[in-house]
């Protein structure tokens, strides 16, 4: 088959490689760094609205306090 890049020196398995190690940085990136932002919002947001309910006073300091956390993290 033909290479789409102008180099010859590449192979196909070394372009196959490549595209695989930048579909595990990926992988990676949402393990390490969007994974856990997501957990967090969700479940702080769910104790937000959960303390709304029976406690709306201690809604707002858990929430102000989770925003607090979340913007110095």
């Known amino acids: 088959p ?3 890049l102008p ?3 590449l192979r196909h398995g070394d372009l196959v490689s490549r595209l695989t190690a930048d579909v595990d940085a990926l ?3 949402f393990l390490v760094a969007i994974g856990p932002w997501m957990a967090a919002l969700l479940v702080g947001g769910g ?6 309910v029976f406690l709306p006073g201690a809604a707002l300091i858990y929430g102000m306090a ?7 993290v």
Request: proline share 5%; hydrophobic share 55%.
């Open 7 to 9: 180099d010859r020196s």
């Open 27 to 29: 992988d990676n990136a």
């Open 66 to 72: 989770m925003l607090g956390a979340a913007l110095l």
């Open 47 to 52: 104790m937000t609205a959960l303390l709304g």
């Open 2 to 4: 033909k290479l789409p």
